[in-house]
T-cell receptor, first 111, second 113 residues
Framework: RKEVEQDPGPFNVPEGATVAFNCTYSNSASQSFFWYRQDCRKEPKLLMS???SGNEDGRFTAQLNRASQYISLLIRDSKLSDSATYLCVVNRNTGGFKTIFGAGTRLFVKA | NAGVTQTPKFQVLKTGQSMTLQCAQDMNHNSMYWYRQDPGMGLRLIYYSASEGTTDKGEVPNGYNVSRLNKREFSLRLESAAPSQTSVYFCASSETVSVYEQYFGPGTRLTVT
C-alpha cells in the first residue's frame, strides 16, 4: 500500500461546478501537509498548506482530519484555468526527514 | 527574483554516459532537494540537503550522487546513466526541511537511450 494515496481521476466537471479531492496517508507521525498544483509539463507549485483547523483561500478550501488520516481539497465555482493535476504532499521529520507526494488527481474543467 | 533555476532543460544520453544536473536558488533557503517524476507516479525524493554541508539519501538514491556546493547550489550527478533513469528531474528548495513548503525549478527532461 502506498503511504500517500489519491484518486487519480480524471475528474471532468463543467465550469462553475464544485469538486472535491481526497488524499489519505498511512503514517500517523506525519507533521505537515500541502496541496500542490502541476500543469502539464510544468513544475509543481504550492497551492496551499493544510491545517487541522481548515483553511480557505478564495475558491479553495483545504481540510485535515488527523484522526482519519486524510486531507481534502474543495474547489468551488470551477474555472477553465483550474484544469491541472493536484498533488497531495505529506512531510515528517521524526527519525529522519521524509516527504511523500501522492501520484496526483487530474482535473479537467470544461466550458 | 528567479527562484529556483535548473540546467539543462533537456538532455539525451547514451547508456553509460555521465552528466551533472545543476540547480541554484536565490531565496536564501537552507534546504534543497532533488526529485524524479515518472508517468503515473508521484515525485520521488532522490537526495536532499537539509543545510549547507550536509546531504542525505531519499527514497531512490541508487545511481545518483549529489553535491551541495554552497548555500545556493545543489547538483545531481549520474555517473553511468541507465535507461531506467529516463525521467523528469526537479530540484526544489525550502527554508528548512519538514514543515515548510518547497519551491520547484522548471525541471530537466532526461532521456537515456
Amino acid at each position: 500500500r502506498k503511504e500517500v494515496e489519491q484518486d487519480p481521476g480524471p475528474f471532468n466537471v463543467p465550469e462553475g461546478a464544485t469538486v472535491a479531492f481526497n488524499c489519505t496517508y498511512s503514517n500517523s507521525a506525519s507533521q505537515s501537509f500541502f496541496w500542490y498544483r502541476q500543469d502539464c509539463r510544468k513544475e509543481p507549485k504550492l497551492l496551499m498548506s493544510v491545517y487541522s483547523s481548515g483553511n480557505e483561500d478564495g475558491r479553495f478550501t483545504a481540510q485535515l482530519n488527523r484522526a482519519s488520516q486524510y486531507i481534502s481539497l474543495l474547489i468551488r465555482d470551477s474555472k477553465l484555468s483550474d484544469s491541472a493535476t493536484y498533488l497531495c504532499v505529506v512531510n515528517r521529520n521524526t527519525g529522519g526527514f521524509k516527504t511523500i507526494f501522492g501520484a496526483g488527481t487530474r482535473l479537467f474543467v470544461k466550458a | 527574483n528567479a527562484g529556483v533555476t535548473q540546467t539543462p532543460k533537456f538532455q539525451v544520453l547514451k547508456t553509460g554516459q555521465s552528466m551533472t544536473l545543476q540547480c541554484a536558488q536565490d531565496m536564501n533557503h537552507n534546504s534543497m532537494y532533488w526529485y524524479r517524476q515518472d508517468p503515473g507516479m508521484g515525485l520521488r525524493l532522490i537526495y536532499y540537503s537539509a543545510s549547507e554541508g550536509t546531504t542525505d539519501k531519499g527514497e531512490v538514491p541508487n545511481g545518483y550522487n549529489v553535491s551541495r556546493l554552497n548555500k545556493r547550489e545543489f547538483s545531481l550527478r549520474l555517473e553511468s546513466a541507465a535507461p531506467s533513469q529516463t525521467s523528469v528531474y526537479f530540484c526544489a528548495s525550502s527554508e528548512t526541511v519538514s514543515v515548510y513548503e518547497q519551491y520547484f525549478g522548471p525541471g530537466t527532461r532526461l532521456t537515456v537511450t
